[in-house]
């Protein structure tokens, strides 16, 4: 069994529609679909947008169907100047950036309880997310820290900000908190995201506009890694 986890229907609704044997399930908010997704046992769950709705999710759907790996896909800002909407970044690690307790002398990020400012993502699964993102025609791939916070970047300074002290090529609102739940419990965690913004002064506007697009080259990669031999 694996785990895939958007934050919106439409970062998962392709594969929602590939998958076959379906089953349904609630618990608490959250809908877990489960079944067959070319050939692998899968379960797929929207968690809304945010940190605490995705560690939710995540843990819900680890401690409910024990999937050998969790991967949290989606769209991001793009932090780094390089990146191009439609371009993928894997995650080397993933970051609170919002998270700040250096008045009681930690370093910036520092998640209490666990003891890390960078949650770890699965080597193994990175190769394998990364060569079939390679496959997919006209995408820049990239692998790099993703930073994590519960607000929408807009603000070039704030981006800045983000980039400068994490070193995030990437911002979203829930692949560190999906890892922060992997990690507790101990499943590997892949986080795959498609740029749908620069996390910039137009990103309202290119959010509403590319989201789909990127949408759908993420899925496209989450489909090449299961068509893959295993
Ligand atoms: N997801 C996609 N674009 C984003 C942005 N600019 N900030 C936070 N999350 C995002």
Redesign the pocket.
């Known amino acids: 069994m694996i785990g895939i986890i958007g934050a919106m229907p439409v970062e998962i609704e392709t594969l929602v529609s590939q998958m076959t044997e379906k089953h349904e399930e609630r618990l608490g908010t959250d809908t877990f679909v489960s079944g067959k997704l070319f050939g692998r046992e899968a379960v797929l769950a929207v968690c809304g947008c945010g940190k605490v709705n995705a560690a939710l999710c995540a843990q819900q759907m680890i401690l409910r169907y024990r999937p050998e790996w969790v991967l949290n896909i989606g769209?991001?800002?793009g932090a780094d100047p390089r990146l191009r909407i439609g371009d993928m970044v894997i995650a080397s690690a993933a970051v609170q950036h919002d998270m700040d307790t250096t008045p009681m002398g930690d370093p910036i990020g520092y998640v209490s309880k666990i003891g890390l400012v960078e949650f770890p993502c699965d080597g193994a699964l990175r190769t394998r997310l990364r060569r079939a993102a390679e496959a997919l025609p006209e995408v820049a791939v990239y692998e790099g820290v993703i930073a994590t916070g519960d607000?929408?970047?807009?603000r070039p300074e704030v981006t800045a900000r983000i980039r400068e002290t994490f070193g995030a090529m990437a911002?979203?609102?829930e692949g560190a908190a999906v890892a922060h739940a992997c990690y507790t419990h101990g499943v590997p965690c892949g986080i795959l995201r498609s740029i749908?913004?620069g996390?910039n002064d137009d990103?309202g506007m290119d959010?509403a506009a590319f989201t789909a697009l990127a949408s759908r080259h993420a899925q496209n990669v989450v489909e090449r890694v299961l068509s893959a031999a295993q």
């Open positions: 769209v991001a800002g607000q929408f970047v807009n911002v979203e609102m749908s913004d996390a990103s959010f």
